[in-house]
């Protein structure tokens, strides 16, 4: 069960990302946005109150619960999973080369540096089904990205991600993977378990009351950069998982799943970065 119970990780949920300073990226969005944005958004949810007659019982649980998501350090985690899979969809539309996908709340920059071929640093004892990957970082006229990095990060066979869950060495199945002039890269790591989010704070409490369920199928994290050309954030899937046509975040696209072969332990799969 991921979790994020500790004090210490609810600090790492509301520092490890975003612009460390938020308020001046809100003083330097400018005034005629947020007057429409905010006003926009304001509306939906009047037109929702009037619309299903909510009642001050309801809006006060919802009032306890939004300050209770606060409380919580959910806010990351309530963002990512609900809303950032729009904002992704919006921000990559122009691309003609991969698809990517959400970010999610566990990105840690500056992984360890392990070559064009190496493995993801993982514990002696790695529990899970060992997993080869392979692929070429192309530009989208096909040339090879010499220099281009994958940073691969994701959970381990419990579905714990490394500093966020307690007990797990700080760099654990996260790594950055540099390619030669071929553009080529090997990577082995462990298959990622199937993942729920917290159940434990108010967004599970969300899920709960809703009866809804709080599964992601599992995923492999990536981001893929080279010079001159735009950063691919993406999430890479497995065939078959009952979660990929419905996973709570919305982040799955057929194209991010992957093919096996040799038996299942090995995968090839290439990124195409759009020049920026
Ligand atoms: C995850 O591992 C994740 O990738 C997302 C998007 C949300 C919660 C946990
Ligand atoms: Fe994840």
């Known amino acids: ?36 944005l905010a006003r926009e958004l304001l509306n939906a949810a009047h037109e929702t109150i009037r619309k299903h007659k909510v009642t001050y019982d309801e809006f006060n649980a919802l009032k306890a619960w939004l300050i209770q998501v606060g409380k919580d350090g959910e806010w990351p985690l309530f963002l ?16 003609a080369g991969s698809k990517g996908s959400i970010e999610g ?7 360890p540096e392990q070559g064009a071929d190496g493995a993801v640093p993982m514990r002696t004892n790695e529990r899970g089904t060992t997993l080869l990957w392979e692929g070429t970082i192309t530009s989208t006229d096909g040339t090879a990205l010499a220099g281009a990095t994958v940073e691969l990060w994701q959970a381990d066979a419990d579905g714990l991600y490394s500093q966020f869950a ?9 790594g950055t993977f540099t390619v030669g002039v071929d553009g080529r890269f090997r990577i082995r790591t462990i298959e990622p378990a199937p993942y729920q989010i917290p ?3 108010s967004c599970g409490k969300l899920i709960a009351a809703a009866g809804w369920h709080a599964w992601r199928p599992a995923h492999l994290h990536v981001k893929v950069s080279a010079p001159g050309h ?23 696209k057929s194209e991010l799943i ?13 990124f195409v970065l759009d020049p920026a």
């Open 199 to 201: 159940t434990d704070g």
């Open 166 to 174: 307690p007990g797990i060495p700080e760099w654990n199945l996260r």
């Open 80 to 95: 990512d999973v609900w809303l950032e899979h729009v904002v992704e969809d919006v921000a990559t539309a122009h691309r």
């Open 258 to 270: 992957l093919t096996r072969r040799d038996g299942g332990r090995a995968v090839e799969y290439g």
């Open 105 to 111: 709340p566990y990105y840690v920059p500056n992984a």
């Open 230 to 252: 735009e950063l691919v954030t993406a999430q890479l899937y497995f065939p078959g998982d009952p979660h990929n046509d419905d996973d709570i975040a919305n982040a799955v």
């Open 1 to 36: 069960q991921p979790h994020h119970g500790a004090s210490d990780s609810h600090n790492r949920w509301t520092t490890s990302r975003g612009p460390s300073q938020p308020f001046d990226a809100v003083k330097n969005t400018p005034k005629e946005r947020v007057d429409l």
